[in-house]
């Protein structure tokens, strides 16, 4: 099979012929239809979500169960699958509480701990291949898996946001935030896009944002401030993390609200940052994060874009044999929406 290989971190893609990957009893082989690309790549690439070396990267898979081993029941070949992409045990206490994203024996990602769908077929444990509804395409699906799970996880359980709360949006025109601000209206909320173009923020209220700021050479709490009357936001959604979007986020919050990191700044979270803890008291401020969604959150999601409530912006798609191409404008941010890779 066609596969673009990386042999080492941050090197290049090549293209190699490989063997089709053999099922073992519990493997799924899925013959790959399309495969979502972001910029979770460019940190993965550089090795900061572990794994090893040579691998075939890519976890916003969508495709056709070609094949599975004599202990799967969960599918058969013909279906139409995408795939979590957290190799997680099922048996530990965060699994069995439906939070297996915290999983304590967690192993690794699809993608960077096994090999993922930058190649015509993937093998993948069936406990990570999730069915895909009637009507969703399978770069779209693949998207969903990610993009908008992983918000759907952030505004049900991290931040359970209600009707007419306002929710701040930080980088809300990049491939993530415009499904955040989709996911956000659906919960009712009154949703403030922030972001650095007015070609981004365009695409931001096209999706659904209600304001927009342009933060450039500006204090975006001040501006958020401007637009609330003083009274903040009762939820940040940062899509930036770093030092200065949460320090600016944080500030922006009213009584109550909540502050989630999504984006995770090299190496490992914000630091050296300055926040005034006497709001964690006076006004029981909350700060948090979201690790991706869990398979049920995953699913949950596929229907919400089935019904039509959110539609996974996939605006760029090319061959997988551009992908050293499409990786250099991934990493530069030089793409609008969501990117995938698509078979023929
Ligand atoms: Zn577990």
């Known amino acids: 099979m066609k596969a673009m290989v990386m042999h080492e971190w941050n090197g290049p893609y090549v293209e190699e012929d490989r063997p089709i990957p053999e099922v073992g009893p519990l493997d799924v082989l899925i013959k790959v239809k399309a495969c979502g690309a972001g910029y979770t790549l460019t940190g993965l690439r550089a090795g900061l979500n572990g794994g090893s070396l040579p691998r075939i990267i890519g976890h916003e898979i969508g495709g056709i169960v070609e094949e599975v081993g004599p202990m799967v029941t969960t599918c058969k070949p013909g279906d139409r699958v995408c795939v979590s992409f957290y190799l997680t045990c099922g048996h530990c206490k965060w699994c069995v509480r439906g939070r297996e994203t915290l999983c304590d024996n967690f ?62 949006v ?30 981004k923020l365009e695409l931001a209220k096209k999706y659904g944002a209600d304001e927009v700021i342009n933060v450039t050479g500006k204090e975006m709490s001040k501006e958020v401030m401007k637009l609330t009357e003083d009274s903040g936001v009762d ?82 798609t090319f061959p997988l044999g551009e992908a050293n191409k499409v990786q250099e404008l991934i990493d530069n941010m030089a793409l609008l929406g969501r990117t995938a890779f698509v078979f023929e």
């Open 107 to 168: 192993g690794g990602f699809v993608g960077a701990a096994i090999d993922g769908g930058f190649a015509e077929y993937a093998k993948i444990p069936a406990s990570n291949v999730i069915p895909i509804p009637e009507g969703i395409g399978f770069a779209e699906a693949g998207v969903t898996t990610d993009a908008v799970a992983t918000n759907w996880h952030v505004f049900k359980e991290r931040c359970k946001t209600k009707p007419n709360d306002r929710v701040l």
């Open 170 to 199: 930080v980088g809300a025109g990049g491939g993530v935030g415009i499904h955040t601000i989709q996911v956000a209206k659906i919960f009712g909320a009154h949703v403030i896009g922030a972001d650095v173009s007015d070609e």
């Open 235 to 316: 939820a940040v959604v940062d899509m930036v993390s770093t030092k200065q979007t949460f320090e600016e986020s944080v500030k922006s919050l009213g009584r109550g609200g909540t502050h989630v990191l999504i984006a995770v700044p090299r190496p490992r979270g914000p630091a050296d940052f300055n926040i005034d803890g006497g709001r964690f008291i006076f006004d029981e401020i909350t700060i948090t994060g979201c690790r991706c969604a869990t398979r049920q959150e995953i699913r949950e999601s596929l229907e919400l874009v089935q019904r039509g409530l959110v539609k996974p912006v996939v605006m760029n």
